[in-house]
């Protein structure tokens, strides 16, 4: 069974720190990861994707794979009170499968 | 350029009854995917549409659960005798066919209370 392990929290940062956020997976077919943010009570909201190994930045974050390890990560530098929501680590197999395997999540608290 | 949209967003129903639901993806997009979230757990992938052709059921769907897609474009989801083991926010997504990541996009989603 395909997994996606996710250390629940909650972590806490303060204002303007760096968040790391981590994510572990079973099937070494998986191929893409997606890191989604969810605000209670509201949908998941995709802010990165990667594919290939090493880092991919978007503004405050960066994104880690490493398929050797199973391991992807999400860093937020600088954090702020308004990135306080639970961060949902997804990926696909490939192989043809579209469906998104999730971990649980890991719920960041931003303190001022 | 519209997001996924659900409807309705809120549903109340009593145990027994059947719900149906709407989903409009982002209209360049022809891949449709249904997911069901319950509190605490991320979501469970239920299935998913290219164009109007379903291509992958997950085992949580049960006979009580269909899922239709009539004109490759907005898709419906259908809970018959619903139980209260039902209750969960149900999401939709969309995503493109080509390119290399399939990133999907979801709807604000449909949170079903079973009373």
């Known amino acids: 069974q395909k997994e996606v392990e996710q250390n629940s929290g909650p972590l806490s940062v303060p204002e303007g720190a760096i968040a790391s956020l981590n994510c572990t997976y079973s099937?070494?077919?998986?191929?893409?990861f997606f890191w989604y943010r969810q605000y209670s009570g509201k949908s998941p909201e995709l802010i990165m994707f990667?594919?290939?190994?090493g880092d991919k930045e978007d503004g405050r974050f960066t994104a880690q794979l490493n398929k050797a390890s199973q391991y992807v990560s999400l860093l937020i530098r600088d954090s702020q009170p308004s990135d306080s929501a639970t961060y949902l680590c997804?990926?696909?197999?490939?192989?043809?499968?579209?469906?998104?395997?999730f971990g649980k999540g890991t719920k960041l608290s931003v303190i001022p | 350029d519209t997001g996924v949209s659900q409807d309705p967003r809120h549903k109340i129903t009593k145990r027994g009854q059947n719900v149906t639901f709407r989903c409009d993806p982002i209209?360049?997009?022809?891949?449709l995917y249904w997911y069901r979230q319950t509190l605490g757990q991320g979501p469970e992938f239920l299935t998913y549409?290219?164009?109007?052709?379903?291509?992958?059921k997950s085992r949580l769907l049960s006979d009580r659960f269909s899922a239709e897609r009539p004109k490759g474009s907005f898709s419906t989801l259908e809970i018959q005798r619903t139980e209260q083991g039902d209750s969960a926010m149900y999401l939709c997504?969309?995503?493109?066919?080509?390119?290399?990541?399939?990133?999907?996009?979801f709807g604000p989603g449909t949170r079903l209370t079973v009373t």
């Open positions: 997504a969309s995503s493109f066919t080509s390119g290399r990541s399939y990133e999907q996009y």
């Open positions: 099937d070494r077919g998986s191929q893409s």
């Open positions: 990667i594919y290939s190994n």
């Open positions: 997804a990926g696909y197999s490939g192989a043809g499968s579209y469906q998104l395997t």
């Open positions: 209209s360049e997009h022809n891949r």
């Open positions: 549409f290219q164009n109007e052709a379903q291509l992958e």
